[in-house]
C-alpha cells in the first residue's frame, strides 16, 4: 500500500468528493491562490477553478456564514479555519445557525456542511493560537465532531463528512499535516461515531484521539517493557461517542486511562470517565484516571509548554497507579 502524508491524504478526500458531486466546494482563508495555509488545497484551484475553490477575506463570521445558507439551499461546502481558535469569530454561525436549522425548521432543511481546520497547540504559537475545543462543540446537539489522529483515517472521515446530511466539525492538527502513512488507492469510507481499537491488551485501556494517539501508543510502547498490556482505543470522534467499544473493552481490562490535549474541566475525558463507571461500574477495579492539558492558557516557552501538555512519562503513572503498580 502506498505512504502519503496527512495533508495529502486531506487534498485527496476533498478533491474524489469535487469531482464525484459538483455540489462540494471549499472555501477559506488562502485556500485558492496560496495552495492552503497548510497546502492542504495545493492544486485544487487549478483543477476546480475559482468557483469551487474560493478565497475568503479574514471574516470567519462571514465566510460560515456564506457556507450555512449555501448548504441550506443544496450545496456541499467545505469550510476551512485556518485554526479552530479562529473559529470562535464564527461561533454563532456554527452553533445557532448550522447546529440547530434541522430542528427549528422541523426537518424541513438541513446543512451538510464541513467545517474543519486544525485544533491544539502547534509548537510556540502561545495561548491565543493553542487552544482544544472539540468538547465546545461536542457539546452542541445537531453537530458531529470529528478528530483524526492517521492519514488513513483524515480521508476516510473525512469523505463521510463531506457526505453526511449534518453538520461536521473536523478538527485536525498542524503538527501532523506531514505525518505519513498507508491509504488505499481505492475509494473507502469510515463510518463516523466507530472507535478504532489500534492496540489489543488486557491490563489497561488507554483511551485517546487526534495527536494524543501518539502519546498513548508510546505509552503503551514503555508499559509493554514492563509486562503491561495495555489495550489502546481511537475515538475517532467525539460526537458521537463509541462507548460500546469503551465498555466492551474495559469489561476486559478492569482500568482506564484517557489521554486528552485539552483543558480538565468539562472534557471529553469528564464524559468518558462519568459513562464507563455509569455502564461499566461492576467492571472497575480502579477509578477511571485521566491526562490532560494543566489548567492554564498554553504558555509560549518550550519548556512550559511541554510542562503543560499530556505526555509518555504522565501516561505510564496513571497507568500504573490504576494497576497498583509502584515506581
Known amino acids: 500500500m502506498r505512504t502519503i502524508q ?63 445558507g449555501a448548504a441550506i439551499n443544496g450545496l456541499l461546502p467545505i469550510i476551512e479555519f485556518m485554526t479552530f481558535n479562529f473559529s470562535l469569530v464564527a461561533i454563532d454561525q456554527v452553533i445557532n445557525s448550522a447546529a440547530k436549522i434541522y430542528s427549528m425548521s422541523g426537518g424541513q432543511y438541513s446543512c451538510p456542511i464541513v467545517f474543519r481546520g486544525p485544533t491544539g497547540n502547534a509548537g510556540m504559537l502561545s495561548s491565543q493560537h493553542s487552544q482544544n475545543f472539540e468538547n465546545w462543540y461536542a457539546n452542541c446537539p445537531g453537530l458531529k465532531v470529528v478528530v483524526p489522529s492517521t492519514p488513513y483515517d483524515a480521508k476516510g472521515l473525512l469523505k463521510s463528512a463531506i457526505r453526511d446530511a449534518d453538520p461536521v466539525i473536523f478538527m485536525e492538527s498542524e503538527l501532523m499535516y506531514g505525518d505519513k502513512g498507508e491509504v488505499p488507492e481505492e475509494e473507502y469510507l469510515i463510518p463516523i461515531g466507530k472507535a478504532n481499537v489500534v492496540r489489543e491488551g488486557e491490563s489497561v485501556t488507554i483511551v485517546s484521539f487526534g495527536k494524543m494517539m501518539k502519546v498513548a501508543l508510546a505509552a503503551a510502547d514503555e508499559l509493554a517493557k514492563e509486562g503491561i498490556k495495555a489495550e489502546v482505543i481511537d475515538l475517532r470522534s467525539v460526537r458521537p461517542i463509541d462507548y460500546d467499544t469503551l465498555v466492551e473493552s474495559v469489561k476486559k481490562t478492569n482500568r482506564m486511562v484517557v489521554v486528552e490535549e485539552a483543558w480538565p474541566l468539562a472534557s471529553i475525558s469528564s464524559e468518558l470517565a462519568y459513562m464507563v463507571q455509569r455502564r461499566a461500574f461492576d467492571y472497575l477495579d480502579a477509578p477511571v484516571l485521566r491526562i490532560t492539558c494543566m489548567d492554564v492558557p498554553l504558555p509560549y516557552a518550550p519548556t512550559l509548554i511541554e510542562a503543560s501538555l499530556p505526555n509518555v512519562e504522565r501516561t505510564v503513572k496513571a497507568v500504573k497507579e490504576v494497576l497498583y503498580v509502584k515506581g
Open 6 to 68: 496527512f495533508r495529502e491524504a486531506l487534498r485527496e478526500a476533498m478533491s474524489e468528493e469535487m469531482r464525484r458531486d459538483g455540489r462540494v466546494f471549499l472555501m477559506g482563508e488562502e485556500v485558492a491562490e496560496y495552495n492552503g495555509a497548510y497546502k492542504v488545497s495545493q492544486g485544487m484551484l487549478d483543477e476546480f477553478g475559482p468557483e469551487r475553490v474560493i478565497d475568503t477575506p479574514i471574516a470567519e463570521l462571514g465566510f460560515a456564514g456564506i457556507g450555512v
